[in-house]
């Protein structure tokens, strides 16, 4: 519209110098911005190139140089790690004796092509101890794949975990039998072999956390290495550390923090605010660095009633001890009161969503087996969606979980599961034969 107005006022020959010379101008103006901008950028482009140093980049290792062909990718993520730095091999890693368990012949020796916690055993014993006696380790494999799968040395191990065997509801094991394992392969089974034993005996997956082949310290401290897993209905921790002061610390000036300080020696000048992995992992204030992720907790919230934990007061004061680098000893009181009553208070909705429904039980109008009655789904989501989804909430600042994705669903769920119960009752009691 606008240029056929201008050329109703001018006539169009008079139009074309004057957009031919502002074309004209704006074109040599673009291209003396590019070539200021390449000026000053191209250094720029460089340094950052540089400080991803790649250590292997002379090695004559025949590992090193046929794989630079084969899967050039491979070498340059291992090569900028700080353990090829410190000269650790791709052998140091991948070669065993012929025979190994999970082995394979390759290039006139033999290879893992999945390398174990063994193998990182031989240089990190401390961090592997501390592994297996996680949740992360056995007890993960245990939830979906159930105990009857381990050999008597495994099934030791896994009940000599002391926060390692409680596990009171097993009732999602049906959903993955119903599923079958077409489905689970890429559902329970990518998160809970977190634990998987080795053909070689040795427990878990490191890899799950510690990406290969960079092994960075930044990346497993970064949130968005745990939400593989922590996220969605049941286990929201990604969506609620988001949602919180801290999360919002992390995505607004995260890029800021000091993410590959050595670890052990964390303080507040490196970490502002804390990720997943300092409350959880890192060595912080008063707190060693664990890998073992029941050390700091309390209470086991992933249950449908929790319970507390074996040694909870010392596990308290260690994750205390993280928090008081940056808050005062009141207020992290004030909150531990505030959210074990919370948790309480969960704990007794849900015992109340198991007596609403204990009359179809009793009088068997609902079947023993679970997930084939749409009440029965009501009354799971209850506990396992939102009771914990109120609990986490509240523990790591989410108000919105703890409220609508929690709360709000809770007494919704309560009010259906009264509802129904007293349908099917009904309905029974008008079918019964009359005395
Ligand atoms: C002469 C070239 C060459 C050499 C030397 C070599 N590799 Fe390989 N490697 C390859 C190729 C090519 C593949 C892919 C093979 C395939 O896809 O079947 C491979 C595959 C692998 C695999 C995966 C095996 C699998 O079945 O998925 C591992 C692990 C591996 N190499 C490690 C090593 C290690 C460690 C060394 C040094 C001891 C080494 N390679 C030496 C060429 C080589
Ligand atoms: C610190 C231990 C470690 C070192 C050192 C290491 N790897 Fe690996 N590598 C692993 C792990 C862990 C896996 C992942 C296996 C899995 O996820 O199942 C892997 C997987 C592989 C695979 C198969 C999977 C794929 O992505 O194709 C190849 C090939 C491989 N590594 C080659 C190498 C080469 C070549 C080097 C040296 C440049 C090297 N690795 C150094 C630990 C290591
Ligand atoms: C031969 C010994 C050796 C083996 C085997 C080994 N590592 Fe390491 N690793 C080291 C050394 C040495 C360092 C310290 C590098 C540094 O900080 O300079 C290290 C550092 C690390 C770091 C910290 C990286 C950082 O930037 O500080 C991680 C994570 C790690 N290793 C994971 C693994 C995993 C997982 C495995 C097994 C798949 C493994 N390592 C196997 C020797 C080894
Ligand atoms: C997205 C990853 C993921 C998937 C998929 C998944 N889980 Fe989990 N599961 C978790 C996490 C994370 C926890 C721990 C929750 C917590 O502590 O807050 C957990 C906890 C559990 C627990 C309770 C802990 C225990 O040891 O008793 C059981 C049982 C369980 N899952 C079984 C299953 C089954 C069965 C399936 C498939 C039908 C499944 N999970 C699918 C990640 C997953
Ligand atoms: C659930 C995630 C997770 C898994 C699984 C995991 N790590 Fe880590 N790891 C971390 C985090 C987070 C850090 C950084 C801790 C910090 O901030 O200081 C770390 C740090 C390390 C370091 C650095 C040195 C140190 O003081 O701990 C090593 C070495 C290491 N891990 C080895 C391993 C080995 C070996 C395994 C398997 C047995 C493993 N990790 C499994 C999350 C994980
Ligand atoms: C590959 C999947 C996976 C990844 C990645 C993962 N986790 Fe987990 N995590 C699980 C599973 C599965 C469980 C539940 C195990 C059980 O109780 O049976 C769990 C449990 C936990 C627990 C509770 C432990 C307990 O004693 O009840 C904490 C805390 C935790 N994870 C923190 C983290 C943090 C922090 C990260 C990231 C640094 C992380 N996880 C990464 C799968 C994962
Ligand atoms: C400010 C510190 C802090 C941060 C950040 C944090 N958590 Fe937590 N987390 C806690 C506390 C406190 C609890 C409850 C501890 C208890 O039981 O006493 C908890 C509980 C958990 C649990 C429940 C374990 C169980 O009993 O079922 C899991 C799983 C978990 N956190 C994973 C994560 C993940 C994943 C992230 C990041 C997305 C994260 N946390 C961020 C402090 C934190
Ligand atoms: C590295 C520093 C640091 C650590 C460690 C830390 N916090 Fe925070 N926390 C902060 C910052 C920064 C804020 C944001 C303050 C604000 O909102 O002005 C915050 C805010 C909070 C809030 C306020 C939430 C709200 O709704 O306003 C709570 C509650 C909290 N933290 C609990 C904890 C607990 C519990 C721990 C230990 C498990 C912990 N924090 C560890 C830095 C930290």
Redesign the pocket.
Known sequence: MENSRASEEHPPRKAWPVTLIFGVAAVAILAGIIFIFRLTSAPAIETTAKTRHNA?ADSSDS??TC?EKS?PG??VQ?GSSS?AAAR???R???EVKEGYPGSVEHEGTHVL???TTA?CEKCHQSQVAQYNQSRHSLPAYVAVAGSQSLSPELLAAYQAIPEGTFAPDKARNILAEMEGPEITRFACESCHNIGRPAADGSVGR??SCHI??E?SLEQARKPETCNFCHIGPDHPQWEIYHESPHGIAYSTLGHTWNWEADTGTLTSEDFPAPTCATCHFSGFGGAATTHDTGDRLTWYLFSSVSERRPAWQDNKARMQSVCFECHNQNFIDNLYTDADVLTEKVNMWVRESDEVIQPLKDQGLITETQFDEPLEYEHYELWHHWGRTTKFGAWMQGPDYTQWHGAYEVVKGLATLRYDTAELLHAAAQLAPAE
């Open positions: 292997l590992c090193v794989h899967s491979i070498v291992y353990m650790v091999t791709c140091d890693c991948h092509n999945s390398p193998t490191c890899q290969r082949h092994f």
